[in-house]
């Protein structure tokens, strides 16, 4: 997993399934995180869905939770502020 720490946090690349029957991590993919949610892709609903459940799951404010690039995909490159990386992995039981 290709999880970049940053000098305010980490980043990573997100791979998103829309329309889950609930929002969870479900592991990893060629080096992505693999997050099932259960808003649709329209209207930018599936990436507030996103930000949301990160921010939930990692224990910072929405705000901290940015989607850099890939706003209209369902790869996203995705970066949150106020955790490392030790500390995200712990929280989501991911991996290391």
């Known amino acids: 997993m290709n999880i970049q720490e940053t000098?305010?946090?980490i980043r990573f690349e997100v791979r998103v399934l829309p329309r889950a029957?609930?929002?969870e991590v479900i592991g990893e993919v060629e080096g992505a995180v693999k997050i099932k949610l259960t808003a649709a892709p329209l209207e930018g609903e599936a990436n507030q869905a996103l930000i949301s459940f990160l921010?939930?799951?990692s224990g910072v404010a929405?705000?901290?939770v940015t989607i850099i690039k890939?706003?209209?995909s369902r790869h996203k490159l995705v970066?949150?502020?106020g955790i490392d990386k030790?500390?995200?992995l712990k929280r989501t039981g991911l991996p290391g």
Do not use: L
């Open 7 to 9: 000098e305010r946090g």
């Open 21 to 23: 029957s609930k929002n």
């Open 55 to 57: 921010a939930k799951i």
């Open 62 to 64: 929405r705000k901290n």
């Open 70 to 72: 890939g706003e209209t």
């Open 79 to 81: 970066e949150i502020t």
């Open 86 to 88: 030790t500390e995200f």
